[in-house]
C-alpha cells in the first residue's frame, strides 16, 4: 500500500500541469524578451540618433527611417534571442526535473 502511495506521487505530471508549465515558461520568455529589446533599443537608439547629428556622412545616409530601421532591427533581434534562451532554460530545466523524479522512483 504505502509503495502505491510513493509511486503515485512520483508519476508524471499531467496534461493540465504540463500545459500549465509550457504557459508559464512562455511568459517567462515573453517577459525577458521584452526587457531585453527595451534595454537594446535604448543602448542603440542613442548612438544612432547621436551619430546621425554629428557626423556628416550619417546626416547625409540615415534617415529617419533608417535610424528607425537599425534601432527596430536591433530591439527585434534582442527580443527573440532572449525569449529563445529564456524558453529553451526552462524546458531543460523541467525535463531534468522530470527525470530526477523518474530516478527516484525507479
Known amino acids: 500500500m504505502a509503495k502505491n502511495v ?3 506521487s512520483l508519476e508524471s505530471p499531467t496534461y493540465d500541469e504540463r500545459l500549465a508549465m509550457a504557459k508559464q515558461c512562455s511568459h517567462d520568455g515573453v517577459i525577458a524578451g521584452a526587457k531585453a529589446a527595451v534595454v537594446a533599443g535604448v543602448v542603440t537608439a542613442i548612438p544612432t540618433i547621436a551619430m546621425a547629428r554629428k557626423l556628416s556622412w550619417a546626416r ?16 527585434g533581434a534582442a527580443y527573440f534571442i532572449v525569449a529563445d534562451k529564456t524558453v529553451l532554460k526552462s524546458a531543460r530545466k523541467n525535463s531534468f526535473n522530470q527525470a530526477e523524479m523518474h530516478n527516484i522512483g525507479a
Not at 547625409?60 to 530591439?75: D, E, F, R
Open 60 to 75: 547625409a545616409y540615415l534617415n529617419p527611417t533608417a535610424q528607425a530601421l537599425i534601432v527596430s532591427t536591433v530591439a
Open 6 to 8: 510513493a509511486q503515485s
